[in-house]
């Protein structure tokens, strides 16, 4: 089966190997061959530093790999309007899939009027717009902006964004399975869920949350696999997955068809 990655990153990360940028490219290639991963999604950062390349490093670094696309990160503190126009081009000439806000990290909600150009971008374009939703990987993030519950009033005032909430908003999947089953422009990846690999209990912790989602919020047309690659193991995320008493049909949508629509890969 076809196998789409929606969430992985280039950074680097404290204490982690290759401190190249080109380096850490070649290990995502490696490991997505490793694990039989078609594509995959780079979503970049909100920042931009020695650890965190900027949108056009990681368009040059990756554009020999035609199965890796790249997402943009935005963030209201340190992005320009120059950047704006910049990531324009790039979503016109199809260069970027969507655009990504770090509310939590940032601390604005997610309805923020001041986001609303991004918005119009994406609805324009007709790309989603990712959101890092739920606990915050870092303990300076302010978790009342990355609640999955803030993303309702988005969803709702734009009818026709599409919107993705990362990581099912963990640890409020229920507060983000009820924004899902509501709104029917809104998708979730299930990113993150765990630094390093999962021990049998979680996994079978996890499972059990994702069997009560779509029980919840029926047939997985919103569902997206992604793992937070190099944050979370691709090896661990792909078993984790594999346990999931799940349909063929829903585990197609969920491993690769509806990444494939919504981002046009
Ligand atoms: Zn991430």
């Not at 919103?222 to 063929?248: C, H, Q, R």
Request: glycine share 4%; charged share 25%.
């Amino acid at each position: 089966m076809r196998i789409i990655d929606c969430h992985v990153h280039l950074n680097h990360y404290d204490g982690a190997p290759f401190k190249s940028l080109e380096e850490r490219v070649q290990n995502l290639v490696n490991t997505m061959h490793a694990s039989a991963v078609d594509s995959a999604i780079v979503l970049t950062s909100y920042v931009v530093n020695e650890d965190r390349p900027s949108l056009t490093k990681i368009l040059e670094a990756t554009k020999k790999h035609d199965n890796i696309a790249v997402v943009a990160g935005y963030s209201m503190d340190n992005h320009t309007d120059e950047d704006i126009r910049f990531y324009k081009d790039c979503l016109k000439d199809g260069r970027i899939k969507g655009l990504k806000l770090y509310c939590g990290y940032e601390h604005y909600y997610p309805y923020d009027k001041r986001y609303q150009r991004i918005y119009d971008m994406c609805i324009e374009y007709d790309v989603p717009a990712m959101f890092h939703t739920g606990d915050t990987f870092s303990a300076r993030g302010k978790v009342r902006y990355s609640h999955p519950l803030n993303i309702d009033d988005v969803a709702v005032d734009n009818p026709s964004l599409k919107i993705v909430m990362c990581h099912l908003g963990n640890p409020w999947i229920l507060d983000c399975q009820e924004v899902i089953y509501k709104n029917k422009n809104v998708y979730a990846d299930i990113s993150g869920f765990v630094v390093g690999e999962f021990t049998h209990s979680y996994e079978e912790f996890m499972a059990d949350k994702i069997i009560e989602l779509l029980n919840y919020a029926g047939e997985p047309r919103y569902l997206l696999y992604g793992t937070d690659w190099p944050i979370s193991n691709m090896e661990s995320y792909l078993k984790f997955v594999a346990g999931l008493d799940i349909s063929e049909h829903a585990r197609e949508l969920l491993m690769y068809r509806n990444a494939e629509s919504l981002f046009k890969i």
